[in-house]
């Protein structure tokens, strides 16, 4: 009889047989598309051609947005989440022609997604990163793809997550130019947030409310801006475990226009931040009962939680130290027709005297505050009454027109 060591060794190696075949398979389906679609592209053109997938996207440099365009293909982004929000996100970067694109989920595909843009009915089964790969390679073959089909948080997992983040870049051994969290879940959001303070990794987070009516997406730079252990929401404060929240049956609400937009939104500032220009939202969040988009910066809190994020702050702040302060010159403004040849001025109707008799005391106050308006004295004529009359306002009239 087999002994435990021996069958987990024989589990190895037919999982090892079996990605062999997978990608034996992934080779002889890639080979076959390539025959389909279009050939890689070694250089972007800005030639209006019906075969040029480039030229839209190249026109931005023409008009003046972009001052160069084709530096996208210099950048390599990890997708970590590869949902609602992930997917859609995956595939914007891919059309857009970015460098490469490192994927990370451990979820399948299912027909329960199917409210949701991206996947397909005849994908169900699939793992989400093996899914989207295959879609996003026939979509565009210039773009490198690395997929990882684990969970992050657990302990194995998050070393070779991070392994992966400041070595997978694409230049092998070159850290990735951004993180992106699609996640749902908060335990998945603190990994990437601990992995991403610990190595100095600039990141952006998203996400949508359960309700599926709202969204945010932020970016958090380390040591310089808030992470997301700095203000932790109750369930991280009061570290509860989330999956006690969930209950049999229950599952949160989903909109695939709620997640295209925070996707948009997503991608829209990762392009900014690479390409330079526009401006780069810190904060940006959706109310889509509302329309309303609040955006805010939140500062590091110097009493977070994260070690490694005190640690970058005290870094960031030597480094401010050391940059040259800019001194900002007050330019006085020029006074425009101070003198006139018609010897106009303009005077104020309201004499002195009257501005002050409609000026009331002033309330002592601690430093710094002050009253917007004062209410003036009553004197003796405010506090006159019109004596009551049975006369009609008719009667009232004729007197008046007399006088």
Request: aromatic share 6%; charged share 25%.
């Amino acid at each position: 009889m087999a002994t435990v060591e021996e069958l987990k060794l024989r589990v190895r190696e037919l999982e090892n047989e079996l990605i062999k075949c997978k990608q034996k398979q992934n080779a002889m389906e890639d080979a076959h598309n390539q025959a389909l679609n279009r050939p890689k592209i070694d250089k972007m053109s800005a030639e209006v051609v019906d075969s040029n997938p480039y030229s839209r996207l190249m026109a931005l440099k023409r008009m003046g947005i972009v001052e160069d365009y084709e530096k996208i293909r210099t950048f390599s982004v990890a997708v970590v989440g590869v949902g609602g929000v992930g997917s859609v996100t995956a595939e914007m970067l891919t059309r857009c022609g970015i460098g490469k694109l490192m994927l990370f989920d451990y979820d399948k595909v299912e027909l329960a997604n199917m409210n949701r843009l991206f996947f397909q009915p005849h994908q169900a089964g699939l793992s989400k990163v093996e899914a989207a790969e295959h879609t996003l390679r026939n979509i565009n073959p210039d773009v490198a793809f690395e997929t990882h089909n684990y969970n992050i948080t657990t302990l194995e997992n998050f070393t070779h997550f991070m392994d992966r983040i400041s070595r997978g870049g694409l230049e092998d051994g070159m850290p990735v130019d951004l993180v992106l969290s699609c996640v749902d879940n908060f335990e998945a959001r603190m990994a990437i947030n601990t992995a991403c303070n610990e190595l100095g990794q600039i990141w952006m987070e998203s996400g949508v409310s359960e309700n599926a009516v709202s969204g945010h997406i932020q970016l958090i730079v380390p040591g310089e801006t808030a992470c997301f252990a700095c203000a932790p929401p109750l369930v991280v404060a009061a570290n509860i475990d989330e999956k006690t929240l969930k209950r049999e049956g229950v599952c949160a609400a989903s909109l695939p226009t709620t997640m295209g937009v925070v996707a948009g939104l997503l991608v829209q500032n990762v392009l900014k931040y690479l390409l330079r220009f526009g401006t780069v939202s810190y904060y940006l969040g959706y109310n889509a009962m509302q329309d309303f988009f609040p955006a805010m910066t939140m500062k590091a809190n110097p009493q977070c939680n994260d070690r490694h994020c005190r640690r970058q702050q005290e870094e960031y702040k030597k480094k401010e130290a050391t940059q040259p302060k800019v001194e900002v010159v007050q330019e006085e403004e020029e006074v425009v027709h101070e003198d006139n040849e018609w010897g106009i001025q303009l005077v104020s109707e309201v004499s002195d005297s009257e501005l002050q008799a409609a000026t009331g005391a002033r309330p002592d106050l601690p430093e710094g505050i002050t009253v917007a308006y004062t209410i003036p004295a009553q004197d003796a004529a405010a506090g006159d009454t019109v004596e009551e009359t049975e006369q009609s306002l008719e009667d009232l009239m004729a007197q008046m027109r007399k006088l």
